[in-house]
């Protein structure tokens, strides 16, 4: 009596699924934008992930004796990797976008973490290092394989088509930002000039066409985008207080970042142009390190799609412990 129900639950889920699949295929509507960020709500750093209109937060980790940081939603929008000390030193962990099912992918006694999933969602980026100096190394997924691809460097950001990693330049004195083929080959800087100290957190646009980045200049952190041709700098933060931690909406319409207010971080977003910011969180800790998937449409209704990516995790999830493919 009790396996048939379990059967019945697992065909169920099968089901919906398909039924979710064939709906989504049929509609093609992109479900309602879903930020995923690191907050500190309770004792400790864990992720978080709401519907960009602020809607059904959710802590994904949970766990107060670790800092759980740097979430980076993949391109389907199924799995988040991010970094977290729960294992002494950090480490590189993926979870279902519900928080279910977290297993470690790094084992190593130096720092892992910036954790970026490549376009098509088979390789990870990270950085391994400590002191603010290391290297950045390339996981792939399936066969959980590791390969260094720069001997130094910062935390980086993948090319749309996945052939390019771009990282803050270590090789110079002034600050730039540099683009290294994702098999090693052909470095370049883009030759950006006039910051007074290293840029950091870049992040690629979707339609390869600009890269945005956090940098300090005139005695304050901003964001800035610039052209993958090294052009058009532009300030995208002149009315925000400390920003950083750029991410792009899968559309590329819009860019999601933190910023201080009083002493709180909390995330924002904005178009590339730096034009229409909105604030996202209100809240006294800090929030920060945030990766949007889905609609960049701010006004959405939730529950007009009815297929939110955490639902069709969430099945997806139900699916795999049921033996499904
Ligand atoms: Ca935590
Ligand atoms: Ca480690």
């Known amino acids: 009596m009790r396996r048939s129900a379990i059967a019945i639950t697992a065909r169920a889920a099968a ?14 509507q992109t479900p309602a934008g879903r930020v995923v960020f690191r907050g500190n709500r309770g004792e400790s750093y864990e992720i978080y992930s709401m519907y960009a209109n602020g809607t059904d ?17 993949s391109p389907d929008g199924a799995r988040v990797v991010f970094s977290s000390t729960r294992d002494s030193n950090a480490e590189i962990y993926v979870m279902n976008a519900d928080g279910s099912d ?9 720092i892992d973490w910036r954790p970026k999933w490549s376009p098509d969602g088979s390789q990870i980026l990270f950085f391994r290092g400590g002191g603010g100096r290391g290297e950045l190394w390339i996981l792939d997924v399936n066969a959980m394989g590791e390969r260094r691809l ?22 110079q004195v002034t600050s730039d930002l540099m683009t290294i083929g994702a098999d090693g080959a052909n470095r ?37 985008t610039v052209g993958s041709d090294g052009g058009s700098l532009e300030n995208v933060t002149e009315d925000l207080t400390e920003a950083g931690a750029p991410a ?32 996202l969180t209100d809240h006294p800790g800090h929030d920060s390190y945030p990766s949007w998937f889905g609609s960049s449409d701010l006004t959405r209704s939730v529950s007009a799609g009815g297929k939110s990516p955490f639902t069709w995790a969430w099945l997806k999830g139900v ?7």
């Open 57 to 73: 937060l959710r802590n994904l980790t949970n766990l107060n004796w670790a800092y759980d940081e740097m979430p980076d939603v």
């Open 150 to 171: 720069t001997e130094s460097g910062a935390a980086g950001d993948w090319s749309p088509d996945g052939a390019f990693v771009v990282l803050p330049d270590p090789d």
């Open 15 to 28: 089901l919906i699924c398909v039924a979710l699949f064939v709906v989504g295929a049929a509609g093609a």
């Open 248 to 279: 792009w909406t899968p559309d590329g319409a819009r860019i999601v970042l933190s910023a201080y207010v009083a002493d709180t971080q909390n995330l924002f977003t904005m178009a590339p142009d730096g034009s229409d910011v909105r604030r």
């Open 319 to 325: 699916g795999a412990r049921a033996g499904m493919r």
């Open 188 to 224: 370049a800087s883009l030759g950006i000039k006039g910051f007074d100290s290293r840029v950091e957190s870049p992040a690629w646009s979707p339609d390869g066409s600009q890269i945005a980045f956090e940098a300090y200049k005139a005695g304050q952190w901003d964001v800035f």
């Open 102 to 110: 977290q297993r470690r992918l790094t084992e190593n006694p130096a």
